[in-house]
Antibody, heavy 114, light 110 residues
Framework: EVQLVESGGGAVRPGGSLRLSCTPS????????MNWVRQVPGKGLEWVSG????????AYAEYVKGRFTISRDNAKNSLYLQMNSLTAEDTALYYC???????WGQGTLVTVSS | QSELTQPPSASGTPGQRVIISCSGS????????VNWFQQLPGTAPKRLMY???QRPPGVPDRFSGSKSGTSATLAISGLQSEDEADYYC???????????FGGGTKLTVL
């Protein structure tokens, strides 16, 4: 059974940093690209970033470019999202999703507040 | 404001057919395939449709998708109470070089 488990969320001050992790199971991780998608509570879905199977290609939504970095460690079976210079507008539930968005985790909540 | 426009709400009675639209542009829907997602309250999104009209295993054939030009539609026939959820379209945007999601449509089963 395919599962994706996010971790690393929490409360952080504006300007702070967090690193999210996503741990997959039930499939061969390095066969697939991965994505991060976020959702402000009560609002819609926003794609944040994506990475191909070996990390050679990455893509970012305009509103996180230069602040967020997606990466993966296939040897450790892990996907990451390094988030810097966080603002209140980054407060959201962050989901990792497999390439094609066919499987999603349950999300990890990031709250940016002073 | 999203690159993809969906009606914020839709409704129908049990057994009815409901259509949810997703309007995009030449940089996204026209030349790329559309996905649809269902999000039940308090849960993660679930892929309902891919490649415009393909249903993943387990998705009832009451759900169907189509695309024409720069718009896509999700149709739900034989509406059931458990279909009450938020529905999102998503597609790759060649100009933005990233995925875009519609704003979502809240479906109410009356």
């Amino acid at each position: 059974e395919v599962q994706l488990v996010e971790s690393g969320g929490g409360a952080v001050r504006p300007g702070g940093s967090l690193r999210l992790s996503c741990t997959p199971s039930g499939f061969t991780f390095d066969d697939y690209g991965m994505n991060w998608v976020r959702q402000v509570p009560g609002k819609g879905l926003e794609w944040v970033s994506g990475i191909d199977w070996n990390g050679a290609r990455t893509a970012y939504a305009e509103y996180v470019k230069g602040r967020f970095t997606i990466s993966r460690d296939n040897a450790k079976n892990s996907l990451y999202l390094q988030m810097n210079s966080l603002t209140a507008e980054d407060t959201a539930l962050y989901y990792c999703a497999r390439e094609g968005f066919d499987y999603w985790g349950q999300g990890t909540l990031v709250t940016v507040s002073s | 404001q999203s690159e993809l426009t969906q009606p914020p709400s839709a409704s129908g009675t049990p057994g009815q057919r409901v259509i949810i639209s997703c309007s995009g542009s030449n940089s996204n829907i026209r030349y790329n395939t559309v996905n649809w997602f269902q999000q039940l309250p308090g849960t993660a999104p679930k892929r309902l449709m891919y490649s415009n009209s393909q249903r993943p295993p387990g998705v009832p054939d009451r759900f169907s998708g189509s695309k024409s030009g720069t718009s896509a539609t999700l149709a739900i026939s034989g509406l059931q109470s458990e279909d009450e959820a938020d529905y999102y379209c998503a597609v790759w945007d060649d100009s933005l070089n990233g995925w875009v999601f519609g704003g979502g449509t809240k479906l109410t089963v009356l």
